[in-house]
């Protein structure tokens, strides 16, 4: 009886249950909902903007779909990453081919260059832009700063030469110094890879790595010149060059001074 | 212009001068004299201070080659109290903050103490460095003035062939030097020896065990290259320094020409005091300014360049100026390799490294015999030559500075690319027919300009200097005016000697008589190719009929260009 009663009542209950767990879905449903798809149109607001940017600036050498072209690669799959790095260094657009497009001037806003990346991430999954924790080198002991030093001389200075100076490469390409590239950047140039640069995944330099990196390169950049002058930095190179036209110019100089003066002569 | 010293006059065949005359007593003539009875100190001083020494800027190159020397030793007594010659591993734990904790070698952990731990080490790091440079660049400087003057003819050889020791153990020196810190361009620029040694041909391998104690890089070279840089080879150019100044002072100063110089006298400064007190002023100058280099200016920040490790190279490493030609030949040589047997020939390596150093080395060492080879030259020689009176010499050495310098420029090639935005194959190809070409082309410049030089000595011989006045003539022509030059002047535009051309002779002479000397056919035609081509310089007749036609005025004077025979 007890339990026959208590079938009954669950029954009665059942379509309570179901109207609640509409109401609770559907509450849930407002409270979620709601602002995702005002978010999406958002994002779509965006994608739109980088899309007529990217029509505008882009496709004449990546392709209306970002598919590629002779003029210019193929921007699937590439990630948000690339774009923000490419246009935040002022490389794209490229004014023209050249054997390695250089930095330049950067001429979109932040915002048009978000919009941009969100248009290309669009096209395939990449490296997104990374969140500041990712790269931002604040909060590094010196020890790890130290290891950053270690990390950089390991995977980078091959070709960015000591401390970040610059390095060339073969046919007529080169490594750019680093002394001035933004935290973001060096990240998203270490997971992106351009030009000849190696990718680095996360398997080989881990986010905490890529900080250090960053952390070294800074505090390289602000570290006082010890020992003076460095006259060029191009370390022996410009070392001889100086010893030659000081050393051996200016002592020849004296010394022509020196056996010209004479006791009692001229 | 070189000033007209107070002609102090020395006659080569053994005149010194007399002692000086005792006067008031001195208070330092007790210990003199207690000296002189004992040692001779007399003896030596009169012998000594009494030399004459000549004046001329080009001679005080060989005294930046001394005192830079001494400045070496002297900072590096300093260094040697901290540096720790050993490679075992330690953990950085000095004041350089951005090495903290990396694992490196007592080398470089106590080349970081000295320069950043240790009161003034860094300034005298960057001293000895800058001082090291200096020595070994004034050292070449000092070899090629001996070189275009002639300085090493007869009696000098000897003194020539001392100077290529000095100039060999320079290098060692400065390379051993280089490679001690342990830090990635030391190295690198180890790494860079290890591969010359390598490549040797059959005994490379074995050499390279012998030097590093095992395989590169082993943990003994830096103690090995420590004993060399300290003791064995300051010890050798000490001794060789030495015999070198005494080979100076026994054969007596050469001299440029000029009124009263002969081939028998020295016409200059008594050592003592104006040239000692010059040379020692000299002195402090060279220190002071190898000072204000080390405090100035940064050299080799061994800090940034981090610690050695045999798998990394850096972008932009670069060995010591003197090496650079060397590591530039080697990155513009084409990548030639043969296998021959089990055995692998890397003549990418071996023709342009060991190779090159041999054929500079073989030739400087050899010049002084080859050239009196082709002139037939016997005779002593106290009056330098100016370069361009000997036309094929100083071209030779031209194309020879050349030469190197293309290298040369091979071993920056990636600055060079990096700072002119210049493409490093373009600039590789480039070098590789500069070096073939760029001899070539300064050779035949260098002697056109030669005796272009020597033909307006002769006008200025014949006909004096010109005045810049235009005078126009009663028959209505213009003439510029001319003045005599003085006879010091005079004396030294034909004063040199111009040997002739030898001439192939089978030792037979003309009577049927056999003579003295043989000329093979090959000897007599390079000895024309050597010594063909000169302007004969104006006799004394010439001279004469000179003047008397310039009296007349307006007589074209007869063509100057006239093969010796
Ligand atoms: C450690 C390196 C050297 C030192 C300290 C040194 C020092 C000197 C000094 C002080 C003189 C006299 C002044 C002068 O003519 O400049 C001299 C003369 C001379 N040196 Fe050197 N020298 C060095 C290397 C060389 C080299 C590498 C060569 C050639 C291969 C050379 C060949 C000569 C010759 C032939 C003279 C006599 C020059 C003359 O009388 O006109 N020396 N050296």
């Given at each position: 009886?007890?339990?026959?009663?208590?079938?009954?009542?669950?029954?009665?209950?059942?379509?309570?249950?179901?109207?609640?767990?509409?109401?609770?879905?559907?509450?849930?449903?407002?409270?979620?909902?709601?602002?995702?798809?005002?978010?999406?149109?958002?994002?779509?607001?965006?994608?739109?903007?980088?899309?007529?940017?990217?029509?505008?600036?882009?496709?004449?050498?990546?392709?209306?779909?970002?598919?590629?072209?002779?003029?210019?690669?193929?921007?699937?799959?590439?990630?948000?990453?690339?774009?923000?790095?490419?246009?935040?260094?002022?490389?794209?657009?490229?004014?023209?081919?050249?054997?390695?497009?250089?930095?330049?001037?950067?001429?979109?806003?932040?915002?048009?260059?978000?919009?941009?990346?969100?248009?290309?991430?669009?096209?395939?999954?990449?490296?997104?832009?990374?969140?500041?924790?990712?790269?931002?080198?604040?909060?590094?002991?010196?020890?790890?700063?130290?290891?950053?030093?270690?990390?950089?001389?390991?995977?980078?200075?091959?070709?960015?030469?000591?401390?970040?100076?610059?390095?060339?490469?073969?046919?007529?390409?080169?490594?750019?110094?680093?002394?001035?590239?933004?935290?973001?950047?060096?990240?998203?140039?270490?997971?992106?890879?351009?030009?000849?640069?190696?990718?680095?995944?996360?398997?080989?330099?881990?986010?905490?790595?890529?900080?250090?990196?960053?952390?070294?390169?800074?505090?390289?950049?602000?570290?006082?010149?010890?020992?003076?002058?460095?006259?060029?930095?191009?370390?022996?190179?410009?070392?001889?060059?100086?010893?030659?036209?000081?050393?051996?110019?200016?002592?020849?100089?004296?010394?022509?001074?020196?056996?010209?003066?004479?006791?009692?002569?001229? | 212009?070189?000033?007209?010293?107070?002609?102090?006059?020395?006659?080569?065949?053994?005149?010194?001068?007399?002692?000086?005359?005792?006067?008031?007593?001195?208070?330092?003539?007790?210990?003199?004299?207690?000296?002189?009875?004992?040692?001779?100190?007399?003896?030596?001083?009169?012998?000594?201070?009494?030399?004459?020494?000549?004046?001329?800027?080009?001679?005080?190159?060989?005294?930046?080659?001394?005192?830079?020397?001494?400045?070496?030793?002297?900072?590096?007594?300093?260094?040697?109290?901290?540096?720790?010659?050993?490679?075992?591993?330690?953990?950085?734990?000095?004041?350089?903050?951005?090495?903290?904790?990396?694992?490196?070698?007592?080398?470089?952990?106590?080349?970081?103490?000295?320069?950043?731990?240790?009161?003034?080490?860094?300034?005298?790091?960057?001293?000895?460095?800058?001082?090291?440079?200096?020595?070994?660049?004034?050292?070449?400087?000092?070899?090629?003035?001996?070189?275009?003057?002639?300085?090493?003819?007869?009696?000098?050889?000897?003194n020539w062939l001392i100077g290529m020791g000095l100039f060999t153990f320079a290098l060692l020196a400065g390379f051993s030097g280089y490679s001690l810190p342990d830090d990635l361009l030391s190295g690198t620029g180890l790494r860079f020896a290890d591969g010359l040694i390598r490549s040797i041909p059959i005994i490379g391998t074995w050499a390279e065990f012998f030097v590093f104690a095992g395989e590169f890089p082993g943990d003994l070279i830096i103690s090995r290259l420590y004993m060399a840089h300290i003791l064995l080879i300051p010890g050798l150019l000490l001794a060789l320094i030495s015999a070198h100044l005494a080979l100076v002072v026994y054969h007596k100063h050469t001299q440029y020409p000029g009124a009263g110089r002969t081939d028998n006298n020295v016409v200059g400064y008594p050592l003592f005091p104006v040239y000692a007190a010059k040379a020692g002023g000299f002195f402090f100058i060279v220190f002071g300014t190898m000072v204000l280099f080390g405090g100035l200016f940064q050299i080799n920040p061994?800090?940034?360049?981090?610690?050695?490790?045999?798998?990394?190279?850096?972008?932009?490493?670069?060995?010591?100026?003197?090496?650079?030609?060397?590591?530039?030949?080697?990155?513009?040589?084409?990548?030639?390799?043969?296998?021959?047997?089990?055995?692998?020939?890397?003549?990418?390596?071996?023709?342009?490294?060991?190779?090159?150093?041999?054929?500079?080395?073989?030739?400087?060492?050899?010049?002084?015999?080859?050239?009196?080879?082709?002139?037939?030259?016997?005779?002593?020689?106290?009056?330098?030559?100016?370069?361009?009176?000997?036309?094929?010499?100083?071209?030779?050495?031209?194309?020879?500075?050349?030469?190197?310098?293309?290298?040369?420029?091979?071993?920056?090639?990636?600055?060079?690319?990096?700072?002119?935005?210049?493409?490093?194959?373009?600039?590789?190809?480039?070098?590789?027919?500069?070096?073939?070409?760029?001899?070539?082309?300064?050779?035949?410049?260098?002697?056109?300009?030669?005796?272009?030089?020597?033909?307006?000595?002769?006008?200025?011989?014949?006909?004096?200097?010109?005045?810049?006045?235009?005078?126009?003539?009663?028959?209505?022509?213009?003439?510029?005016?001319?003045?005599?030059?003085?006879?010091?002047?005079?004396?030294?535009?034909?004063?040199?000697?111009?040997?002739?051309?030898?001439?192939?002779?089978?030792?037979?002479?003309?009577?049927?008589?056999?003579?003295?000397?043989?000329?093979?056919?090959?000897?007599?035609?390079?000895?024309?190719?050597?010594?063909?081509?000169?302007?004969?310089?104006?006799?004394?007749?010439?001279?004469?009929?000179?003047?008397?036609?310039?009296?007349?005025?307006?007589?074209?004077?007869?063509?100057?260009?006239?093969?010796?025979?």
């Amino acid at each position: 009886m007890n339990t026959e009663s208590k079938r009954k009542r669950k029954a009665q209950a059942r379509p309570w249950v179901l109207v609640m767990a509409l109401l609770v879905v559907g509450l849930a449903y407002s409270v979620v909902v709601p602002p995702s798809s005002s978010a999406e149109t958002e994002m779509t607001q965006q994608i739109e903007e980088g899309k007529a940017i990217f029509d505008v600036s882009c496709s004449s050498c990546h392709g209306l779909n970002g598919e590629g072209l002779s003029a210019g690669p193929s921007l699937i799959g590439v990630g948000a990453a690339s774009v923000d790095f490419q246009m935040g260094t002022g490389r794209m657009p490229a004014a023209r081919g050249e054997a390695q497009i250089p930095a330049g001037e950067v001429v979109y806003s932040q915002e048009q260059i978000d919009a941009v990346s969100a248009y290309v991430a669009s096209f395939g999954p990449g490296p997104a832009i990374p969140e500041s924790s990712q790269y931002d080198p604040e909060g590094l002991n010196a020890d790890e700063i130290a290891r950053g030093g270690a990390l950089f001389r390991a995977n980078c200075s091959a070709c960015h030469g000591i401390v970040g100076g610059g390095g060339a490469m073969p046919e007529g390409k080169h490594a750019p110094a680093l002394g001035d590239t933004e935290d973001v950047h060096i990240y998203e140039a270490v997971r992106t890879g351009p030009q000849q640069m190696p990718t680095f995944s996360k398997d080989v330099l881990e986010d905490d790595d890529v900080r250090q990196i960053i952390g070294f390169l800074n505090t390289a950049d602000e570290a006082p010149r010890y020992g003076g002058l460095g006259m060029g930095n191009h370390g022996p190179v410009s070392e001889g060059f100086w010893i030659f036209l000081l050393g051996i110019g200016g002592l020849s100089a004296i010394a022509a001074w020196i056996a010209k003066k004479g006791a009692g002569a001229r | 212009m070189m000033a007209k010293p107070t002609t102090v006059v020395e006659d080569r065949t053994d005149l010194e001068s007399r002692p000086a005359e005792h006067g008031a007593k001195h208070p330092a003539a007790g210990t003199a004299t207690w000296l002189d009875e004992r040692v001779g100190l007399g003896k030596i001083g009169k012998f000594g201070l009494r030399k004459v020494f000549p004046d001329h800027w080009s001679f005080l190159l060989g005294e930046i080659a001394l005192y830079t020397f001494i400045i070496c030793l002297l900072t590096g007594v300093f260094l040697t109290i901290w540096f720790k010659p050993s490679m075992a591993e330690t953990f950085y734990d000095g004041s350089y903050q951005l090495m903290r904790g990396i694992p490196i070698s007592e080398a470089y952990s106590s080349t970081l103490a000295i320069s950043f731990d240790i009161r003034g080490g860094l300034l005298i790091r960057q001293i000895h460095h800058w001082s090291a440079l200096l020595f070994v660049a004034s050292v070449t400087v000092h070899m090629l003035r001996v070189f275009f003057t002639g300085a090493f003819r007869k009696p000098r050889e000897i003194n020539w062939l001392i100077g290529m020791g000095l100039f060999t153990f320079a290098l060692l020196a400065g390379f051993s030097g280089y490679s001690l810190p342990d830090d990635l361009l030391s190295g690198t620029g180890l790494r860079f020896a290890d591969g010359l040694i390598r490549s040797i041909p059959i005994i490379g391998t074995w050499a390279e065990f012998f030097v590093f104690a095992g395989e590169f890089p082993g943990d003994l070279i830096i103690s090995r290259l420590y004993m060399a840089h300290i003791l064995l080879i300051p010890g050798l150019l000490l001794a060789l320094i030495s015999a070198h100044l005494a080979l100076v002072v026994y054969h007596k100063h050469t001299q440029y020409p000029g009124a009263g110089r002969t081939d028998n006298n020295v016409v200059g400064y008594p050592l003592f005091p104006v040239y000692a007190a010059k040379a020692g002023g000299f002195f402090f100058i060279v220190f002071g300014t190898m000072v204000l280099f080390g405090g100035l200016f940064q050299i080799n920040p061994v800090w940034l360049y981090g610690p050695y490790d045999p798998a990394k190279v850096t972008a932009g490493s670069q060995p010591d100026w003197y090496m650079g030609w060397l590591e530039g030949a080697v990155r513009i040589f084409p990548n030639w390799e043969s296998h021959i047997g089990g055995t692998t020939w890397t003549w990418a390596v071996f023709l342009p490294g060991v190779g090159l150093m041999g054929i500079l080395m073989t030739g400087l060492a050899l010049w002084p015999f080859i050239e009196s080879w082709l002139t037939g030259d016997k005779r002593e020689h106290h009056i330098l030559d100016r370069p361009r009176n000997a036309p094929t010499r100083t071209a030779l050495g031209v194309a020879g500075m050349v030469w190197y310098g293309f290298f040369w420029i091979g071993g920056a090639n990636d600055i060079i690319a990096t700072r002119f935005e210049l493409s490093l194959n373009a600039i590789t190809v480039f070098l590789r027919v500069a070096v073939i070409l760029g001899p070539i082309i300064a050779f035949i410049i260098t002697r056109r300009l030669c005796l272009s030089l020597q033909r307006s000595d002769r006008e200025r011989a014949l006909h004096g200097s010109a005045t810049g006045e235009i005078v126009r003539s009663a028959d209505g022509g213009y003439d510029e005016d001319h003045v005599p030059i003085s006879d010091g002047e005079q004396h030294a535009l034909t004063q040199h000697a111009q040997p002739k051309v030898l001439e192939a002779d089978d030792g037979s002479g003309p009577t049927g008589v056999p003579g003295p000397t043989k000329v093979s056919k090959f000897r007599a035609t390079l000895s024309r190719w050597y010594l063909g081509s000169q302007i004969l310089k104006p006799s004394a007749d010439d001279i004469d009929e000179a003047n008397h036609h310039e009296a007349q005025h307006g007589v074209e004077d007869a063509e100057a260009r006239r093969e010796l025979d």
